[in-house]
């Protein structure tokens, strides 16, 4: 019963035209012009995606962005201009990789400061043992039979008798 009517409805709105076909891309352009499409779709976000390139995305929005730079590269415009152009319309984060200027410096060298505070950080917390401590400790450490410290608690039976067999 749900096949039967699933395929009336299909067969109605193909009737009537209410059906959205997907748009056709355009024609791609001479090999070196379509390289230098793709080279700067590589630069741009997708829209709908967030997270992908508009040459990467299959986003019907992509192909629309894909689309116009193709466009506007046909029309003898510069990277530059296309990048203007999408930034003017969609704002800085439609960049892949932020330009650095500004305020994005901080994205570009933040990393990087935090890695050299970690650095020093940990350079801070290590405590460097000199050379000549570690053989001075190896000629004044005392041997295992005297002890160092005179122990107090000689009338102790269990430390006595633990000593007795660290003796043996």
Known sequence: MTAVLLSLTLALSLATGQYAPQQAASDPLAPAREARVQQLAKKLRCAVC?????????????????????????????????????????????????RAEGFNWFVWLGPVVLVLGGLFVIARQRKPVPEGAAAAEAVTAPSPSSPAVPSTDDADPYLQAVRRELER
Do not use: C, H, N
Request: charged share 30%.
């Open 50 to 98: 967030q997270g992908l390139s508009v040459a990467d995305s299959p986003s019907s929005m992509a192909r629309a962005q894909l689309d116009k730079v193709r466009e506007l590269v046909s029309d003898g415009k510069t990277d530059e201009e296309i990048v203007d152009y999408f930034v003017a319309r969609y704002g800085e984060w439609v960049l892949l990789e932020p």
